[in-house]
């Protein structure tokens, strides 16, 4: 694991590094993202609909295989999500996009 994985374990996208409590808050309703170059984060999808989460996310990031590109995250189908807060499902890894 290089240096770059290993600050995104454990924090929610979109967080700082360095932001004292960057781990998920109570309340909130998370996916996990899986594979790719935001292993290990999660995604706060409070408040999303069901056919927003259906259609996954394109993150903006600087580690994808496009500097200054996105990451695309997607539900594999047959995938649901658990309703309520917590990590509630996964996003696996789909590409990278400029």
């Given at each position: 694991?290089?240096?770059?994985?290993?600050?995104?374990?454990?924090?929610?996208?979109?967080?700082?590094?360095?932001?004292?409590?960057?781990?998920?808050?109570?309340?909130?309703?998370?996916?996990?993202?899986?594979?790719?170059?935001?292993?290990?984060?999660?995604?706060?999808?409070?408040?999303?609909?069901?056919?927003?989460?259906?259609?996954?996310?394109?993150?903006?990031?600087?580690?994808?295989?496009?500097?200054?590109?996105?990451?695309?995250?997607?539900?594999?189908?047959?995938?649901?999500c658990?309703?309520?807060?917590?990590?509630?499902?996964?996003?696996?890894?789909?590409?990278?996009?400029r």
């Amino acid at each position: 694991m290089n240096g770059d994985e290993q600050l995104l374990r454990g924090r929610v996208y979109g967080r700082d590094h360095d932001d004292p409590h960057p781990g998920p808050l109570p309340h909130h309703t998370y996916a996990t993202l899986i594979g790719g170059p935001l292993d290990g984060l999660l995604l706060d999808i409070t408040g999303w609909r069901p056919e927003d989460i259906g259609a996954g996310a394109a993150l903006p990031t600087e580690l994808g295989q496009f500097p200054g590109g996105r990451s695309v995250y997607e539900p594999r189908p047959g995938e649901r999500c658990a309703p309520g807060p917590g990590v509630s499902c996964r996003f696996h890894y789909a590409g990278d996009i400029r």
